[in-house]
């Protein structure tokens, strides 16, 4: 099956839209070769069939947290709980009001994974369609087989189109398979596209089953998504039946020891719930749904998650210094203190901010994900550099210091060099590298604490502010961490449990973008005492207020080492449509956003649909 997988995507790379990111081509490339028993008619005969084309929407899905600098960095940098923290040089998306451009380099490791969103989303579309267009030429032993087949590709459309419409806002809905080169695409309006996928997932919760095999799209993760949908519409009572749904389903919060670890004292069950073992267990009631990365699995992530390089900082660099002046620690995996392989080589490409590693755990004294051996601040680690043995240091195996005696630093970058992090979360075992990095784990696409955070969310724009504390202590005394009352429930205090909850788990933009087009459509006030509407979004939105109030780094301009500054604007709340893909759809019109070139081109978007 594996082998029908791999030429029958090669297929469809060749005959699926082609507008995108595609200036010029020869119509030789263009005319469809298909390959024997692999051509669609051979392929797309069973359920398996069908299902072997929607392996690779689930295959892109995984990319977004796997290798160096992968996308969810992006989705974290333009929000409040991190920035981009490489320091020593230009590039790296920190000054946005300079380099995030429809014309910028938008996908590259060295910049920004912007572009990654837009063409991987369409493409994740394009193999969804293939399988809806396709649905009735397939035989099936029930209506419910086909029907749960439909409803997995209605998932996977949905999964990207929510994602789009809360990256970018109006763009074109593409409903059916493409065939032949196609250059007259329109931005539809955002509304529409989320009413059509909500329409979809409300026909896939009925059909796609909970019981398939790890890694699938379940009926949980279904509910789940249109939930974000449900409140994306200001559909709050839709929120809470799709999410209660969920809760009320086979899943459950894991709040007792289990797998791998759970003889061991010394851990507890946050580190459990994370562990890469552990993840796809089936006694792991909590993956509504996972992408699979092992290391000996056929068609693995090359260089597996590397969430150590990404999200720990660069500890072992020669700017963090003893209070004697000397390089204090060493990445050396044969030091006599080996401290590379026990938390990672981090290189702090994800920073996080003061507001996610220090503010949202102020008060919190006894929640699990901020403990001792799940949470890490530097000073938990100790100078490991063998040379100071050798001068006989004073310092060598004690724990590192922020400051001298006189009150000058002991490191010469905070910004790459010295934070916090969740250890709990990030680590995860490389042994196919001397150094870790971050090896092959599954990964959490949906899980039901998130499910729970999304039903207190819809309870407060009800203004039911007993039940929104009620969904959120049961994700906070799992954590043992303090109950929160009723009438400390505002956006806020649910974006906060966001935060400590699901750091490199959630699209944070994403969620943000989603809560200010809430206050946009309702007038609700916030919590700052504003209000907002739809009329001038990217000129004053929820988005860049909170970002603005909680990230330290844009709020004060703050300057790197290499001379370039934090910025942020309004408009950043909707990324750019990327310049290619608007030139190539030269008999169409693909409208920009408010605050990049080409927005005074827009024409009124699409309204219905026409397909």
């Not at 007792?256 to 552990?278: Q, Y």
Request: hydrophobic share 35%.
């Amino acid at each position: 099956m594996r082998r029908i997988y791999i030429k029958s995507i090669s297929f469809l790379l060749l005959t699926g839209l082609a507008a995108f990111g595609i200036s010029s081509c020869k119509e030789d490339f263009l005319e469809p070769k298909p390959l024997s028993f692999y051509a669609p008619e051979n392929t797309y005969t069973n359920a398996a069939g069908m299902k072997a084309a929607l392996v690779a929407g689930l295959r892109n899905m995984r990319y977004e947290w796997y290798g160096d600098n992968p996308p969810i960095v992006t989705e974290h940098i333009f929000s409040e709980v991190a920035v981009e923290g490489t320091t020593d040089k230009s590039g790296p998306a920190q000054d946005l009001n300079l380099l995030i451009t429809p014309d910028a380099q938008l996908n590259h490791i060295d910049y920004n994974k912007i572009g990654w969103y837009w063409y991987e989303g369409f493409k994740g579309i394009k193999y969804a369609n293939v399988v809806v267009s396709r649905i009735d030429q397939a035989k099936y032993t029930s209506e419910a087989e086909r029907n749960a087949v439909l409803g997995m590709a209605y998932f996977h459309r949905a999964y990207r189109y929510y994602r789009l419409t809360q990256q970018f806002g109006d763009v074109p809905l593409i409903l059916t398979e493409i065939q032949e080169p196609k250059l007259d695409f329109y931005s539809t309006k955002r509304e529409v596209i989320l009413k059509k996928m909500k329409e979809d997932l409300e026909f896939a919760e009925q059909w796609v089953p909970d019981n398939v095999d790890k890694g699938e799209v379940t009926k949980g993760a279904v509910s789940h998504l249109l939930t974000k949908i449900n409140l994306a519409l200001g559909l709050f009572d839709d929120a809470i039946k799709s999410a209660s749904n969920v809760i009320n389903g086979p899943y459950r919060l894991m709040t007792e020891r289990f797998g791998i670890n759970k003889s061991d004292a010394t851990k507890n069950v946050i580190w459990d719930l994370h562990r890469p073992e552990n993840k796809a267990l089936a006694e792991n009631k909590e993956a509504l749904m996972l992408v699979i990365d092992r290391i000996a699995l056929e068609g693995n992530f090359d260089g597996g998650i590397q969430s150590m390089r990404n999200a720990v900082p660069y500890w072992h660099s020669n700017r963090v210094l003893t209070p004697t002046g000397i390089k204090g620690t060493s990445d050396n995996a044969a030091a006599e203190i080996n401290q590379i392989n026990k938390y990672g080589r981090g290189i702090g490409r994800l920073r996080g901010t003061w507001y996610s590693t220090h503010s949202i755990w102020k008060g919190d004294d006894t929640d699990l994900r901020h403990a001792e051996g799940n949470w890490m601040d530097m000073e938990d680690l100790v100078y490991n550099n063998p040379d100071l043995k050798k001068v006989n240091d004073p310092y060598y195996g004690k724990n590192l210091e922020m400051y001298r005696s006189n009150g000058t630093p002991t490191v010469t970058d905070t910004i790459r060099n010295w934070f916090s992090w969740p250890h709990y979360k990030l680590y995860v075992a490389d042994p196919e590298r001397v150094q870790y990095t971050g090896g092959h784990t599954d990964w959490y696409v949906f899980r039901l604490a998130e499910t729970y955070l999304l039903r207190a969310e819809a309870h407060f724009w009800k203004g039911d502010l007993a039940s929104a504390a009620a969904d959120i202590n049961a994700v906070r005394t799992r954590a043992q961490a303090a109950p929160i009352n009723p009438d400390q429930i505002n956006i806020g205090t649910i974006l906060d449990e966001r935060a400590r909850e699901l750091y490199y788990e959630e699209p944070r933009k994403t969620e943000l973008t989603r809560i200010a087009y809430i206050f946009a459509m309702t007038g609700k006030p916030a919590y700052n005492g504003k209000t907002y509407n739809l009329s001038n979004f990217s000129d004053d939105n929820f988005f860049y207020d909170r970002i603005m109030e909680k990230n330290d780094f844009y709020n004060r301009n703050v300057v790197t080492i290499h001379g370039d500054r934090y910025t942020m604007s309004p408009y950043h709340v909707l990324w750019p449509i990327p310049r290619n893909a608007i030139v190539s759809n030269s008999k169409g019109q693909l409208n920009q956003n408010k605050g990049y070139a080409g927005y005074e081109k827009n024409v009124p978007p699409l309204t219905e649909i026409t397909e």
